[in-house]
């Protein structure tokens, strides 16, 4: 299969923790990465290889995998942490990238 | 830094082709494929394909085989997208981002950064 699923919502209050999954076959050997993207704002690289963060990305963003479900956990989330968050992968083809359905993260 | 600049807005006729370009700097050109990925009004990222700078190799999504052509300048660090028989549903926020990869014992990574500021891109007669 081709597609990778996300919950479309999720919410958390100011300071909690809140994880977001990633679901599909092709996460069993691709290794997922993460963008947040804010309204009217290009995407950008919060995670990649799994649980790797990028230089400038607060250590409060961790990743983890298991099977076929990607993770991506922000713990203590901030205001500014709210926004919309797409996994990708590459397909089981080797012929396509894939991004989930997006999640947008309410900061209550 | 690694810095992915595009082109200027767009609007173009149902029909007509858009060519929309993506300028590389602060890294060796060559050494990074790129990938095209849009955003349509209110939905999610969509991946159109990718070129090989080294030797202008594509590789398409199925769903734009036939409508896109994607090419390169080695000579000014520039990759190119051109979307051909346009329709309303092309209205997007068009985006390049650099490829970075890894393959590691129990599989591979692939991931877009950094990418560019986009170009918006409207259909309509």
């Known amino acids: 299969s081709s597609e990778l699923t996300q919950d479309p919502v999720v919410s958390v209050a100011l300071g909690q923790t809140v994880r977001i999954t990633c679901q599909g076959d092709?996460?069993?050997?691709?290794?997922a990465s993460w963008y947040q993207q804010k309204p009217g704002q290009a995407p950008v690289l919060v995670m990649y290889?799994?649980?790797n963060r990028p230089s400038g990305i607060p250590d409060r963003f961790s990743g983890s995998s298991s099977g076929n479900t990607a993770s991506l956990t922000i713990t203590g989330a901030q205001a500014e942490d709210e926004a919309d968050y797409y996994c990708?992968?590459?397909?089981?083809?080797?012929?396509?990238?894939?991004f989930g359905g997006g999640t947008k993260v309410t900061v209550l | 830094q690694v810095q992915l600049v595009q082109s200027g807005a767009e609007m173009k006729k149902p029909g007509a082709s858009v060519k929309v370009s993506c300028k590389a700097s602060?890294?060796?050109?060559?050494?990074?494929?790129m990938h095209w990925v849009r955003q349509a009004p209110g939905q999610g990222l969509e991946w159109m394909g990718l070129?090989?700078?080294?030797?202008?190799?594509?590789l398409y999504s199925q769903k734009f085989q036939g409508r896109i052509t994607m090419t390169r300048d080695t000579s000014t660090s520039t990759d190119y997208m051109e979307l051909s028989s346009l329709r309303s549903e092309d209205t997007a926020v068009y985006y390049c981002?650099?490829?970075?990869?890894?393959?590691?014992?129990?599989?591979?990574?692939?991931?877009?950064?950094?990418w560019g500021q986009g170009t918006p891109v409207t259909v309509s007669s």
């Open positions: 981002a650099r490829d970075n990869s890894i393959v590691g014992a129990d599989g591979s990574g692939w991931w877009f950064d950094p």
């Open positions: 602060g890294y060796t050109f060559t050494s990074h494929y």
């Open positions: 070129i090989n700078p080294s030797g202008g190799a594509t």
């Open positions: 092709s996460l069993r050997s691709c290794y």
């Open positions: 290889a799994k649980t």
């Open positions: 990708k992968c590459r397909d089981s083809s080797g012929n396509n990238w894939v």
